[in-house]
């Protein structure tokens, strides 16, 4: 008589029946997936001992539940992701969450090369200078009206050209009768001093300094004797062929401001109405 062979759980005999041993305990078929089987993650029957079993991150799937939550196309040996615990195939992730290249419209598959500007994405082969055609990559760019331009392209475009030495502006520079100008080429016409952030006149068409200005071409005040230039106290009183500052037009004689007041005139001075009527009574 034989010794027995029963599973260790139903306590079945074995003779002539699959089983499975764990840790050389043997079990009957029907014993060992209720005890040892995984459940699947999707379906949530048990993965029997002879179905191929599939697993990520300790969630257990049948072969044929392993699926795109989106497209519902196998995801066995093919990459995949996962989206708030939704397996997501590699296409549909990109569909729905890659960006797409402004340029050729194709999706920036994660993992390459792009590049991004102003919430748009590019393939670094699609972002290229609309002048020359070549891809830009990690150099300096200038956007124009929606277009993009290497600095070589946009400088011989687009920027303009210093009215007095022709070169580029790159940056900055002022804007004298309607032209650009290098602040370092817009120079007083006399000393040669740079004008830009100071003020300054003109003579036909040539700028001065204050200073140079009011040497060659200023009047002269004819109380002091300075020049009357329109800067600082600039108002000026002007009679017959005679021209004073505004606070040099006093009397002569009391010195009383005679601005908007009634005066005389007697030889090179100019006389109050009160002194004038003192002098000839």
């Known amino acids: 008589m034989s010794e027995p062979f029963d599973c260790d759980s139903c306590k079945e005999s074995l003779y002539g029946r699959k089983y499975i041993q764990v840790d050389d305990v043997p079990h009957c078929v029907p014993c ?108 300096s760019f200038i956007p124009d009206k929606g277009e993009y331009y290497c600095v070589p392209c946009y400088k011989g475009r687009f920027a303009p050209h210093c009215s007095h030495c022709k070169e580029i502006l790159v940056q900055g520079g002022v804007t004298y009768r309607d032209e650009p100008w290098h602040k370092e080429c817009f120079l007083c016409t006399g000393c040669k001093v740079q004008l830009a952030g100071q003020p300054f006149t003109t003579q036909g068409e040539d700028p001065y300094c204050v200073k140079c200005f009011s040497n060659l071409y200023a009047q002269k005040c004819s109380a002091c004797d300075k020049p009357i230039t329109g800067f600082g106290e600039g108002k000026y009183v002007s009679f017959e062929e005679r021209q004073w500052h505004q606070p040099c037009f006093k009397c002569s004689e009391c010195s009383v401001s005679l601005v908007g007041a009634g005066f005389f005139p007697d030889g090179t001075k100019i006389l109050c109405k009160t002194v004038c009527e003192q002098t000839f009574v």
């Not at 029957?45 to 392993?66: A, G, K, P, S």
């Open 32 to 139: 060992y997936d209720r005890l040892y089987a995984n459940t699947c993650q999707e379906c949530k029957e048990l993965i029997e001992h002879n179905t191929r079993e599939l697993y990520y991150e300790d969630r257990h799937y049948h072969e044929h539940c392993f699926r795109c939550s989106h497209c519902n196309h196998s995801l066995a040996d093919k990459p995949f992701t996962c989206q708030e615990d939704a397996l997501v195939c590699n296409d549909c992730y990109c569909n729905e969450f890659s960006s797409k290249c402004v340029a050729c419209g194709k999706i920036v598959m994660p993992g390459s090369k792009q590049l991004e500007y102003g919430g748009c994405a590019w393939h670094e082969e699609c972002f290229v200078c609309c002048g020359c055609e070549q891809p830009i990559g990690a150099q």
